[in-house]
């Protein structure tokens, strides 16, 4: 598989694409899973299992996209429908990545309390 510039260009714009559905998904799950960082044991816990099993189910979801133009650009054998079908949805993308963070920002005015207390339950924000 030679790398050529147009699957470049290519890889980074679905990846782009792909960041903007993520990046909506992970304000969304930072507001409604506040939890305190700790560096020592990753995923290991039972809240941590059940933001694992969110993030199983989100990051197909997030991937949708990509493959849509990439089967209507091989259908279609154009280039031109590939970056249509995908700054199609990139354009989607950043209207859900805007509700999203409006849906965040509202959820973290009524939830404040409850994050405040899940990031003060261990040493901190951080703990080691």
């Known amino acids: 598989m030679p790398l050529t510039l147009t699957r470049l260009t290519e890889a980074y714009a679905v990846a782009g694409v792909i960041s903007i559905y993520l990046l909506g998904a992970g304000n969304l799950l930072s507001i409604h899973q ?7 044991p990753s995923f290991r816990s039972v809240r941590r299992a059940a933001v694992q099993a969110m993030l199983f189910v989100i990051y197909p979801i997030a991937f949708l996209p990509a493959r849509s133009p990439i089967l209507r650009g091989s259908l279609f054998d154009s280039q031109l429908a590939f970056y249509a079908v995908l700054g199609f949805d990139a354009a989607v993308g950043l209207v859900l990545y805007r509700v999203a963070l409006d849906s965040a920002v509202s959820a973290a005015d009524r939830l404040k309390e409850r994050m405040v207390a899940a990031l003060s339950a261990g040493d901190g924000p951080v703990t080691a």
Request: charged share 45%; aromatic share 0%.
């Open 34 to 40: 506040a939890r305190g960082v700790n560096r020592r």
